[in-house]
C-alpha cells in the first residue's frame, strides 16, 4: 500500500474512533497527518465530519501552502496546522476537536488540571490558548509559540476546543481521549470537593511508579 493510501486509512480510523467516542460532532474540529513519501500533510477538508472521511475527500497541501487540486474547500484550521509541523520535526499527526468537557474549561476561562497520573505522566500541563487578539479563532500566531516548547503535547483554545499532537494519529488522538477525561475528573473532583467542603486536596507529583521510587532514592 502507498504511503499516501496508507496515512488515509489511519486518519479515517482516527477520525471515526473520535467521533464514536463524542469527541467531535457535526463538520467541526480537524486533524492531519504528515507524509513520508513527500513534504506535505493531508488533512480532512473542510464540511466533511469526521464520520465521512473517505479517501475521496481527504486533500493533500504542500508544506508551502499549495493545495492540490480537490472539489473541496481548504480546513479553515489548515494554517494552524502547517504552522505546528513547521514549528516542531517531531510533530507528525495533529488532533483538533471540540469535545464538551474540555471545551467547557476552556470557554471559562480555566486551565484544566492535570490531575491524575495518567495526565502528568502523558501531558503534564494543558496551557489555556486565548482567543486571537481580533476576538476571533486561535491562529497559527496564537498556536504555534506555545507549542515550540517540545514539553507541550497538548493544549486548550478558548471557547473553542483541543489540540493532541504527537508522532501518529492515534497517539495524538489519546491525547484528545485524555484531554477529555481530565475535564471531566476535574470537573468532578471540583463538584465534590466543594459539596463535602474539602480544600487542599492532595496531587500526584509524578505520572509513575517509577518516578515517584526514583525521587525516593
Ligand atoms: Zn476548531
Known sequence: MSDIDEKKDALIATA????DLRLQTNA??????RLESQDAILIKPSGVGFNECSRDNLQIVHMDGRIEPSPHKPSKDLGFHLGLYRTRKDIRAIVHCHSPWATGYASAGVEIPCLT?????????LPLIPLSPKGGPQTEHEISPVFSDPGIVAAVLANHGTIGVGPSLMSAQYLAE?????????YLRDVLAAVHGKHGIGLPRFGTAEGANADMA
Do not use: P, W
Open 16 to 19: 471515526r474512533r473520535c467521533f
Open 28 to 33: 467541526g474540529g480537524n486533524l492531519s497527518v
Open 117 to 125: 497520573v495518567q495526565s502528568i505522566e502523558k501531558i503534564g500541563r
Open 178 to 186: 485524555i484531554i477529555e477525561e481530565t475535564a471531566h475528573v476535574a
